[in-house]
């Protein structure tokens, strides 16, 4: 019989080792992650988790495709941002809406830059903007796409992008 030699004997221990290293902390990574202490259990708990909208209700999140731009002329500044809504309502009311929203963009559009020179009138200060243009858009938006059916669909209108020149 051949010896085995020492450098090939703790070449194996070490590829062992290695490969069950790694076998192990792969089996670990992919462990479920315990339930917090404070996590309610049980069905009482899901019960009381969960939303009391209506289960046809669904929640969208809808970027508009163009950016505003926002120039007056009592203010050198000019700013430009992005918008996204959040819409929810009953999926038949919503792609309805579509239709209606597609056919009145550049009412809608108008809205809001109507609503966004208002604002900006009061201070081009990127920090006040981001937190007082979400208000006045939402109701020009509401007041531009909703229906009797759904009279405010925007739930909640997120600044995405907000640019000032000066």
Known sequence: ??????QTVFAGLGFVALAGGFSLAAWRVMQPPPVPAFAATGDAGAEAAAP????????????????IAVAV???PERVMFDVAFSVRGPMEVLLGMKADVDAKKDTILAALLVAAQAEVVKSADPATLLASLPGPLREAANRAV??????????EVL???LVVQR
Request: glycine letters at 8%; zero cysteines; hydrophobic letters at 35%.
């Open 73 to 75: 002329a009592e203010r």
């Open 146 to 155: 909703g229906t009797a059916n759904l009279p405010e669909p925007v739930e």
């Open 159 to 161: 600044v995405t992008g």
């Open 1 to 6: 019989m051949a010896r085995i030699g020492s």
């Open 52 to 67: 009391e909208e209506a289960p046809e209700t669904i929640q969208l999140y809808v970027p508009l495709e163009d950016q």
